[in-house]
């Protein structure tokens, strides 16, 4: 693989080997990262890169579309059937694109948004203030239950009867339970708002079923394509029917140019493995591997906000450790174990430093981990964080990581 790279460009080819090799050798615990599969890799470096085709299937702005046309098709008519709703763009280039793009085709700016709050694992698109986001509107947030760490809907409610925002937000990105999207319902119909989801992580186990769908109950759903769902580096607008035309049209040209055809190529493959039955087990063993990974901690002392997790991802709150997640973050980098510090409901430390990490099973799981790796997984952090970090323990946890990993090769030793 690789070998025009390698011949015209050796220092290029070097980091990209050796990005290979990182993602290899490590643990990779970032639980809104995954190992894409190689007929998306292929999909995603594909001739399509070369072609424009700003429009839609059948209205394009430029000839030769024709093919261009049918994979985007086929991306969409894939996608509506995973996730059973009436209309789908597949061209927003990220998240962050796709709930930006949803945000102005019905807002205008100064309109009021209801979103989870950043600390208790909102999104930054969701109205922080130094996203666009928080620049062009006016943001209310709801946040966890400090103790329990859950969201409180009754809170929620409360809030947005007060403030009857416009449009409210649902889905985060450190949550580890499920979110009750008809009971958001309710609270939109009692505010005359917008409801919308933005299923960035959960994007898997709603389309295998092992989260309930907020397709229902949502008059638009966003997600990433490349957290749970194993697809290319994207984004992807879900909506009602009667808002197909200002959603597409607020994609192209309202937000964005043409369209990454490569990428929506690369969709449609995953959208294809995401229809196969072994991506229902794939999913189902991310939640089992989840759950053991989360036994695994608190047998080690470790306590998680909400006290365990539904889905995906776990959120460890560290200060009873008496490390800080920024610590955490880099002694566990040291011993080749990949995880990110996140902030915890009402956290006492700054967000660059915050008390807790956030740890997912989707990477693991797509290598072939199973729940006995979780455990073992569960005790090397364990050691790495009760040493403090000390040399001789992450000069040992390192040899034994790379043990592991070898024995779970991501790519089939690709070179
Ligand atoms: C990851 C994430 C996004 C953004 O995705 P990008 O592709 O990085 O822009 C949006 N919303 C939520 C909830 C996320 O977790």
Do not use: W
């Not at 025009?4 to 290029?12: G, I, M, W």
């Not at 059948?58 to 093919?67: D, Q």
């Amino acid at each position: 693989m690789f070998e025009h790279l390698k011949k015209t460009d050796p220092e290029v080819f070097s980091c990209v080997m050796r990005e290979l090799d990182r993602q290899e050798r490590n643990i990779e615990l970032i639980a809104s990262e995954n190992f894409a599969s190689l007929s998306v890799l292929e999909a995603a470096s594909s001739f399509f890169t070369n072609k424009y085709a700003e429009g839609y299937p059948g209205k394009r702005y430029y000839g030769g579309c024709f093919v261009c046309d049918e994979i985007e098709n086929l991306a969409i008519s894939r996608c509506r059937e995973i996730f059973k709703c009436d209309h789908v763009n597949v061209q927003p280039l990220s998240g962050t694109q796709a709930n930006m793009a949803v945000f102005f085709a019905v807002l205008n700016p100064g309109d009021k948004i209801l979103s989870m709050g950043l600390p208790s694992g909102g999104h930054l698109s969701h109205g922080h203030p130094l996203s666009f986001s928080g620049r062009f509107f006016d943001v209310v947030s709801y946040e966890t239950d400090p103790e329990t760490g859950l969201i409180d809907y009754d809170e929620v409610e409360k809030i947005a009867l007060r403030h009857r925002p416009k449009l409210i937000l649902c889905g985060a990105s450190a949550y580890p339970r499920t979110i009750d999207f008809e009971r958001f319902r309710k609270i939109a119909d009692k505010t005359e708002s917008y409801l919308m989801a933005d299923i960035a992580h959960i994007a898997g186990l709603v389309a295998s079923g092992f989260h309930p769908s907020p397709v229902p109950h949502c008059d638009f759903v966003t997600t990433t394509t490349h957290k749970t769902l194993r697809g290319p580096r994207a984004g992807v607008i879900m909506c009602r029917r009667e808002y197909a035309t200002v959603i597409d049209r607020m994609v192209f040209p309202g937000i964005q140019g043409g369209p990454h055809m490569h990428i929506i190529a690369a969709k449609a493959v995953a959208f294809g493995e995401a229809q196969k039955p072994e991506f229902r087990i794939y999913q189902e063993r991310i939640l089992k591997n989840s759950r053991a990974l989360a036994q695994g901690l608190e047998k080690k002392g470790f306590r998680l906000v909400t006290g365990g997790t539904d889905n995906h991802l776990i959120l460890a709150d560290l200060r009873n450790k008496r490390v800080t997640g920024k610590q955490a973050q880099e002694m566990l980098e040291e011993s080749f174990i990949t995880v990110n510090k996140n902030s915890i409901p009402a956290d006492p430390e700054k967000p660059f430093v915050t008390s807790g990490i956030r740890l997912g099973t989707p990477a693991v799981t797509a290598r072939g981990m199973g729940e006995k790796e979780m455990y073992l997984i569960a005790d090397l952090i364990s050691r790495v964080l009760s040493s403090k970090g000390e040399k001789k323990t992450v000069s040992q946890v390192r040899s034994e990581v790379e043990v592991l990993t070898k024995k779970f090769p991501v790519y089939g030793g690709i070179k």
